[in-house]
Each structure stands twice: as C-alpha cells, then as structure tokens.
C-alpha cells in the first residue's frame, strides 16, 4: 500500500472482528518496528507478542479489560529499557571493526557509549554531570540529558515509540487495525513478560481487523497551522 | 512510494546535498506528521519548521555543529508540552458534542483529562496518587502513571516521537533523507524556538536530498530474534 494511504487508514480502532492476523503479515510489522531509527542504535525495545492463552487472559485485565485489549486478534507488549545498550554494544563494535568505520565511529561505540549508559551511580553521578554541564553551557551548547536513569528511559522509551509507529503503520499497510495503549496497570504488565529493573513499559498494542463500531466518530485533528509554526 | 519501500529506503544520513526541499513536500510530511496517534488526542507537540537563517544557524551550534545539521536543508525542532492540553482540549469538547459522541467519550474529555493534566500541585499531589495507586494495585491492576509532570511529559515525548516517525517516512516516501539528532543543547533549543516551562525538546529532524557518504556503512540490526519474543 502507499505510504500516505497507510497513514491515513489508520486510526485507533477499539473493537476488532473476531478474525484472526495471519503470522506473515505480524511478522512483516515485526520487520518495519526494527528498521525504525533509534538513539545509537543501541536497539533498547524488546516486542512480547503475547501468543498464550493465559497470558493474553492476564494481559486484558492488566488493561483494565478496556474493549480494544478483549476484542483483539492479537496483543503486543513493547518494552524499553537502557541496561538493554549491554546487548547491542558488543555487536556494534565487532560491526564498526567489520566494515572499517572511521575512527570517531569506533571510540563512540568503544567508550562514549558505555560512559553514557552506565548508571549504576544513577543519583549522585547524574547530579555531578548535570551541575558540570550547567556550568560548561553557560559559555557554550552542551548536551543537559541524559544524566540520570529516568534520562536514560526517556531516550529509550523515545526510541521505542518510533518503532511502535512502524508497526502499527505495517499493519495499516496490510489492510489490519491497531490501537496504541497507555492504559495498564506497569507493575502487572511488566511481571506478565518477564521483565523488571530499569525496564519501562512503552504501550500495549492491540491488533486485528476493525470491528462494527470500532471508532466512536470521525478523525479530528486541530488545524495544522496551530502545530507547524515556520520560525 | 509503498510503505515498505519508504521504511526501508530511510536510513539516518548525517551529510546532504546543497539542494533545497520543494515546500509541498515539507506540507506534506507534516500533514502526515500530525495524523500519527497520539494520546487522548490531546496533540502536546509543536513543530518549528526553522527558516530563517539566522535561527538556522543558532540551531546549529546549538547542535553542536553536527554534519546533519550543518549540511541539512531544513531543520525541524519538535517539542513537546504536557500544559498544551489546554489547546486541545476545548476543541475535543466541541468536536464529541458536534459528534455526539457516546456519553463516556464525552465524560472523558470533560472531566478525566483535566484531572490527569492538572500538575500544578505536581509533587505532593503526584506522590499521594503514586501512594493510592500503589495501595490500590495490591488488589486489582491500577494504572500506575502518570502522576507527575515528568510522567507527563514522558507521555508527551512519547506520543511526538510517533509524530516524528511519520514525519521522517513521508520524506523518505517522496525520495528526500532525514537524520532525527538527540544531541543537542535543549536550554539553548528551546530559547531558539521560544518554548519554556514544561516543554520538551524531543528531536530536532534534519531533511535533505542525501549527499555523498551520508552514512559511514551498511545499515545494522541485531537480530530480530533477539528482541522479538513469542510469549
């Protein structure tokens, strides 16, 4: 489908047919989610395509049972979290060695990086590296975040929406309906997958193809011109 | 374009051609921009489509200099403002009257999404609906966010980041590259753009025709195995 004519079909969709999603055409918005670009490419998002029964049982009522979560063929779990930069680093770097990238590419990967995503002194380290860059930037720009472990998960979580948007686009692409979730309970999601520490809960995604009464009205957007402001 | 030739086609390019970008097509990438969802629609992103040469040239310092910036076309700060609810709200009360939306809609606009964006008391309020949540989610699944402004403004740079995927997909479907930069100044940028407060810088996007080695390699993704999980 066109690009333009998958933006515009979708919208987020809260009652799906009974039908289900055939596994290709997940697995073809699995494939967009991860193309999506993302803060160093440190890939810190992980996708819980949640496939059991009971899990899916468990997942609707961490969603507040709301209709989109208990009539979708399909729900998605999309979590970040920075301690997740341990798993794509050393791949970076065999990368960047691999294919000879210039030097300032290989010391990023070799030692800014790691400098920026270790925080295990979170508090106090973040309070010292935000008080030095006050100060350096009252004579020149400097990068203010990220200094501490909420920094950290904004950068990820950020990263992370992109590729939901990938995904949710995907689907729209294939003809199948999606709505964007923020309202669940974390603590419970993030026990249903199997993650915790500094793991953030993004959204839950819920997929299938739109049902009777699946939107409550037309689209409304406020007047582009309120939001595009030419400076 | 198609849509998998356009996620596919967007790589992060940081070196453009000296070629400008036709403005339907910069209109068009913002009109995509603003139909990605976003939460209870309530739209808290802005867009500063920078033009005049002077702030252009500020943001790029602000950018320290980077080559995506320098060389870009045009640049695009998105921000991002949780108090921009107050923009959009009023006209979701009109527009679910107009509709006649289903009552609980309207009870939504009218009551819920003042009570959840009023952070005026932000840190004692936000503690002790943290504290009830908490109490409360011993028993059944409560949402556990947001309570404070930054919860808020998590939410908020959440919802622009999928403003900002579509953004940068629509140029790639019209055959015109991105770079989506985090390093930057926010202090410095959001004074540029004329944002204070509770506004967030979320990225500033720099577009252009890509130029001579615009990446320094092959586009890398761990496997997808890694991150996407069947559970």
Known sequence: MDFFDAVKAR?????????PIPEAVM?????????????????????FWVRSPEKKAGLVEA????????TAAELVVVTADPALWERANPEMISFVDRVNAPEPV???YRSYIPASYRFGLASPL???KRLAATVAGLRRPVPRTPHTL???????????A??????????????YATCMMEGFDED??????????????????????????GTWGPQFRIATGKVVHRV
């Open 11 to 19: 919208r987020s969709i809260r009652k799906f047919k009974d039908e």
């Open 27 to 47: 697995e073809q918005a699995f494939e967009a989610a991860v193309l999506a670009p993302n803060s160093s490419n440190m890939q810190t998002w992980d996708f």
């Open 63 to 70: 969603c507040m049972k709301q209709s989109a979560a208990r």
């Open 106 to 108: 290989k010391d990023y």
């Open 126 to 128: 973040g309070f010292a």
């Open 150 to 160: 909420r920094d950290l998960q904004e950068v990820a979580i950020k990263s992370a």
């Open 162 to 175: 992109l590729a939901c948007e990938n995904f949710v686009l995907a689907l729209s692409a294939q003809g």
């Open 188 to 213: 419970r999601v993030k026990a249903l997958v199997g993650v915790d520490g500094s793991s953030r809960v993004v959204m839950v995604i819920a997929a299938g193809r739109e049902g009777a009464r």
